[in-house]
């Protein structure tokens, strides 16, 4: 639910998407759901209007595209173990948050992920190994960035936001009617450069979504410590308006990132969108979460699996017929296939490629720095080769 400025109390009358630009007062505190965890819909006729065109064909879809996505993290994880990847951070738990956010946008608008969003990756035409390439130590980044509208990965927690609000605010010095999405952690809100990218974008009304996929854990340190109030009544103290919604819920996800992108693109300024989730697996593949975490907890939350919830209100709709099921299991075997295939024939990256891409026009001082390298690898008898990347 938006919130004021105090993150309570006031009401409005429900707006269609074309007043989503002019609220910036309502109410908050709840957590919105369209769909429960027993698989039932919920309607709340604030919202609904913004999902009324996801008809039954789209729920199949977003279904397929949460199971693909899960099933590419299962076998990412599954190539680190094996070593064919040297690290991998794993999604599980958050297919809702990630798809019903990402499936709201445009194609011109832009994103700036963590290291977490394969499943945005993936949504947004990222080729199974650029998003592999990274975690395998094939390359310093994944994709083109402006092929996609998606900034490669940032590791350094917090900081891609940012990078969004500059962006934003480029955005708005040109004139375009395009948003702007920025991804991060709970523990990311935390961090300094998510709270001054706030200031800046409340300051100058920046088209730019703040989503805060809250998974409960930020490492091994528990979302409870790091903040006594809830996540969505953080930034409504820089002056930016928050929803709070079940991330779990892919409906409630897509009507209220619908709601942020139509609002930044009509100039209403920054929103903040709290996506409360679980992060079912490790932080990364190289985390044991069994040392910090209670196990029931991870029980109370697989109850609430996103991909189970939507797969019950299909069958409650009678839309999960043997043929659904069979494309969507065939989709996802042919994704890891290639995901697998992609990975292990992946060539090697040539010593010399580390100075590639440093910078975008030549640069004496790399080159310099190419060049003894280059001599120094000469004086082993080593064939010295450029890739192609």
Known sequence: MLTDQAGKGVRHDAP???QSAHISLRTGGDLLQLVSPEGERISHPEFDVWVKDVGDEQLCSLYEDMTVIRRIDAEATALQRQGELA???????????????SRSLRDDDFVFPSYRESGVAYVRGAHLSEIARVWRGNASYGWDPQRINLA??????????????????????DGANTAVLAYFGDGATSEGDVNE????????????????????????????????????????????????????DVLA????????????????????????????????????PTR????????????????LRLRKLLEAKGLLTDDVEARVKAKADAVAADLRSSCIGMPDPQPLDVFNHVYSTPNSWIERQKDHYSRYLSSFNQPVEEGAL
């Open 292 to 307: 910090y975490r209670d196990p029931i907890e991870l029980e109370d939350w697989a109850a609430k699996d996103p991909i």
């Open 87 to 101: 690290l991998w951070p794993p999604l599980l738990g958050q297919e809702a948050a990630q798809i019903g956010s």
């Open 152 to 173: 490669t990965p940032q590791i350094i927690i917090g900081s891609q936001s940012l990078h969004a609000t500059g962006y934003a605010m480029g955005v708005q010095l």
């Open 197 to 248: 990218a706030m200031v800046f974008a409340a300051s100058y009304q920046a088209p730019v979504v703040f989503f805060c996929q809250n998974n409960h854990w930020a490492i091994s340190e528990p979302v409870r410590i790091q903040s006594h109030v809830q996540l969505a009544d953080r930034p409504t103290g820089f002056g930016i308006p928050s929803m709070r919604v079940d991330g779990n």
């Open 253 to 288: 996800v897509m009507a209220a990132t619908r709601v942020a992108l139509d609002r930044a693109r009509k100039g209403g300024g920054p929103t903040f969108i709290e996506a409360v989730t679980y992060r079912m697996g490790p932080h990364t593949t190289a985390d044991d």
């Open 16 to 18: 269609g998407p074309e």
